[in-house]
């Protein structure tokens, strides 16, 4: 009955599967190492479209492990991805839209930025990992997952052979095309690129506060409904709520590897771990310190790797990875699972209706690369925001309130209100508006062009270090004062310019949900955005509106 909900679900939204000629998977015999949500967005988008897959997992079932805290998926990825595998309807259903709620302190606690998200907002909703794990496991066939199946050997019985693949657990299969979704710990890596991943400079620990709201109603306030960034002296604390009441707790450093023994943090005994972890954030508001205080006795050291920014290497015709194992990176853009799931759902799509995989392959990985360097820049930008001195991003929004204030603004409740124009004039005209009409509707002038407006661009270059700090250590290199000035305010206008790009793209899919754009694509509607967010702020400003 699941199965066929699905497909009617998907059939109204305009995603009905489409079973295609061409690669016989059957025959084939596709593997794809790794059960996480890559791998199994992977297999779902594949079986929706008719061809046959196995998925290999590790684990020894499902329940085996904590599988994480919250994700918030991105509306060009993740979101994307579920829609291609027909679980758009089943995913909003258990999307937290109040997790999106986003609180940043300084070290004494003041807030510095606060956002609420409107009940209906679906930018980038929250959702638990375990639930989004059971959900696309419980759309593929019975059998799909085989689990306890620790990959241990890989090897191809020669060229254009399929592949041998051995497992921890004794069995033994064949593959003709294989799919590494086994995480940065990859074991089908290897067979692509000697690529290893490296140390980024920052370890966090993991910890957390059960049942907050009815054992420690404080700790939920600070928190909030969503995430809480408390940021300072190369150091942090990030809080992220989940679906159960629980508040996991990352409490992060930026130091050398394996430098918790320097800080005489050494997870031992949770008594004394806390009292150490509790040390290193002396002077800072109680609220902050109050976490540490409050959270569970398991305290687990969890070091920040990264893949290369930029790696690629040459297309092979029958093997290929996806996710943290073609490109792991640091989590302070928040892409890992969405790249992992765009990678799966595209990988799929490419696949189906292909004579021969070597085509498909070399471009998915084409697009792959060029979106995980991008994004791994991203995130390396956001670790220098974070982790710095007094925090960039704290220190851009001490220096940069006003600004920040109006960019608040025109990332919600203008946005909104543009749409909700849009589709009045829409409705009054009892039709769907063009483009053109929709600008003209809203006073743009026929013939006036506007330059991309960004606001990050209007802020003031960060300021200096205030605090001299000689070198920093960051992974295996060090920086000067001057460097980490420079890479923090690329940081900050980086953050702003992704804050603004996904603003847009989300009015973009309101705008064409509500039927306002009807011609042109994403690219057409964000020039259209651009325009639109130009005349508002002119408006805003008192400034006369075309």
């Known amino acids: 009955m699941r199965q066929v909900s699905v497909q009617c679900q998907a059939a ?35 079986q929706w479209h008719g061809l046959e897959v196995t998925v290999y997992e590790r684990e020894p079932s499902r329940e085996s492990r904590d599988q994480g805290g919250v994700l918030d998926l991105h509306p060009e990825s993740g979101q994307w991805a579920l829609i291609q595998a027909g679980l758009e309807a089943e995913f909003r259903a258990m999307a937290r839209c109040e997790g999106q709620d986003l609180r940043i302190l300084d070290k004494q606690g003041t807030a510095l930025w606060e956002e609420v998200s409107p009940a209906d907002l679906m930018e980038r909703p929250e959702v638990d990992r375990p639930a989004l794990r059971a959900l696309l496991v419980d759309s593929l066939q019975p059998g799909t997952v085989m689990w306890g199946h620790q990959l241990v050997s890989i090897q191809q019985t020669g060229e254009g052979e399929p592949y041998r693949l051995g497992f921890a657990n004794g069995a033994s299969m064949t593959a003709g095309l294989v799919v590494g979704a086994d995480g940065v710990r990859s074991s089908v890596r290897p067979l692509l690129t000697d690529a290893q991943p490296a140390y980024s400079g920052v370890s ?44 996991r707790i990352y409490v992060a450093f930026r130091m050398p590897q394996d430098g918790f023994a320097n800080l005489g943090i050494t997870f031992g005994h949770p008594a004394a771990t806390r009292a150490a972890v509790l040390a290193q954030f002396e002077g800072w508001g109680q609220d902050i310190t109050d976490l540490i205080k409050a959270c569970n006795d398991s305290f687990i050291p969890r070091p920040i790797t990264a893949m290369p920014v930029g790696l690629s290497w040459p297309s092979q015709p029958s093997i290929t990875l996806l996710g943290d194992a073609a490109h792991q990176m640091s989590p302070f853009a928040g892409a890992g ?81 543009l749409a909700t124009s849009l589709t009045r004039q829409a409705d009054i005209n009892h039709r769907s508006l063009t483009l053109e009409e929709a600008a003209q509707q809203l006073g743009r002038q026929e013939g006036q062009r506007h330059e991309k407006v960004v606001l990050a661009r209007e802020l003031p270059e960060v300021v200096a270090v205030r605090k001299p700090v ?77």
């Open 337 to 417: 699972a969405n790249l992992a799931m765009q990678d799966g759902a595209e990988l799929a799509l490419e696949l189906i209706g292909a004579p021969d995989p070597a085509a498909a392959i070399a471009h998915y990985e084409a697009k792959m690369f060029s979106r995980a360097e991008q994004e791994a820049r991203q995130s390396a930008d956001g670790l220098d925001m974070c982790m710095s001195h007094d925090g960039a991003v704290v220190r851009s929004l001490k220096n940069t309130t006003k600004a920040i204030t109006a960019a608040g603004s025109v990332f919600a409740s203008n946005l909104r209100g």
């Open 12 to 46: 109204v939204l305009g995603h009905e599967p489409v079973a295609k000629g061409g690669l016989d998977t059957a025959k084939l015999g596709v593997a794809i190492i790794g059960g996480g949500v890559g791998g199994l967005t992977c297999a779902r988008v594949m």
């Open 204 to 247: 966090f620990i993991e910890t957390g506060v059960s049942d907050a709201d009815r054992l420690h109603p404080e700790i939920a306030g600070t928190v909030g409904r969503g995430s809480l960034f408390a940021l300072g002296d190369y150091k942090g604390i990030i809080a992220q709520r989940n679906s159960t009441g629980y508040i």
């Open 470 to 546: 000689g070198d920093i250590e960051h992974g295996a290199s060090k920086f000067t004062e001057d460097e980490i000035k420079e890479r923090q305010s690329k940081a900050v206008r980086s953050w702003m310019e992704q804050r603004m790009g996904r603003e847009k793209v989300a009015l973009v899919q309101i705008l064409q949900q509500h039927n306002v754009i009807v011609r042109g694509g994403q690219e057409e509607g964000l020039k259209l955005v651009d325009a639109l967010l130009h005349w508002k702020a002119q408006g805003d400003e008192g400034d006369q509106r075309p």
